[in-house]
């Protein structure tokens, strides 16, 4: 039985790259189950299909996938391009924060990538952010598409990958997606002055190759992401600057908010660990056990 990765999914189609390279449009036949949950095939899965017509087919299983995200929905992606800009619209910390928190939740790699560098006026607001970040171990790379900086720098971290490439509407993605990928042009759009932020312009999820080795995912933008299905307990690791302050808390379980001795609250408030972050976990916190209240 033939089999491959779906690369693109558009109105109940999925378009399913084989090993050889020939694509094949496929509907999908049945229910799927993973783990007693009904599912549906995602960009990413590596799928099982009988062929049908010529070019076309009826995907017919889906392997175990070994990633999944919720918003962009894709599977089987190792690492997170998380894009943000620095102006139009001006840096946002805290949807950098909640993408971040998702995607290693996910247990994907995680590479920064800040767009419009050409339109920053002072050079301290980026060293800034690079402060904020680097107790992560984050990487950050700051690029505009007007001057090329810093475009070259990010392929080394694509090569031998599968990147899913996300981001706020109108951070620049597909612009930068576009330098990336010159024989694949993508639609893009202007930043709503309206409101400050971009309109969607990429409306599915695709998978593209990379002539230098490695897979790319453009996908749509988001305006919100929600912690649903997330434990109070979860959160913690899914800020790596916690990690070891965490091991010298008081009480196992600290949630670093209230408890006595705790190592993450104290770092946070000498500024080992940014205070930022820390306040976008606080908040994060809460609305975690918020949306536990309304599941019980």
Do not use: W
Request: some cysteine; aromatic content about 8%; charged content about 25%.
């Amino acid at each position: 039985m033939p089999s491959g990765q779906i690369i693109k999914a558009i109105s109940g189609f999925y378009y399913v790259r084989t090993d050889q390279g020939e694509t094949y449009e496929c509907k999908a036949r049945g229910v799927f189950k993973f783990e007693k949950k009904k599912c549906k095939p995602l960009v990413g899965d590596y799928v099982q299909f009988d062929e049908t017509d010529a070019g076309k087919g009826y995907v017919t299983a889906i392997e175990p996938r070994q990633t999944e995200l919720v918003r962009p929905a894709i599977a089987n992606v190792t690492q997170a391009v998380v894009v943000c800009s620095l102006r139009e619209p001006a840096f946002q910390q805290m949807p950098l924060d909640r993408f971040l928190v998702h995607a290693e939740h996910a247990g994907l790699e995680i590479v920064v990538v800040l767009t419009k560098l050409d339109l920053l006026e002072d050079p301290a607001e980026l060293e800034a952010i690079r402060a904020s970040y680097a107790p992560t171990g984050y990487s950050i790379v700051a690029t505009s598409i007007e001057t090329t900086d810093g475009i070259e720098q990010i392929m080394p971290y694509l090569k031998d990958q599968i990147s899913v490439f996300a981001g706020q509407s109108g951070v620049g993605k597909s612009s930068l997606l576009n330098r990336i990928l010159p024989n694949h042009q993508l639609e893009t759009g202007a930043v709503s002055q309206k409101i400050g932020r971009g309109r969607h312009t990429t409306r599915s999820v695709e998978i593209i190759p990379l002539e230098t080795g490695g897979l790319v995912a453009d996908s749509p933008g988001f305006s919100q992401l929600t912690f649903d299905g997330m434990e109070p307990a979860d959160l913690g690791h899914c800020f790596p600057e916690f990690r070891e302050k965490a091991e010298g808390c008081r009480f196992r379980g600290c949630l670093h908010v209230n408890e006595p001795s705790c190592k993450v609250r104290e770092a946070s408030q000498t500024g080992e660990i940014d205070p930022k972050r820390y306040d976008h976990y606080v908040t994060f916190l809460e609305e975690i056990k918020e949306l536990q209240l309304r599941r019980y």
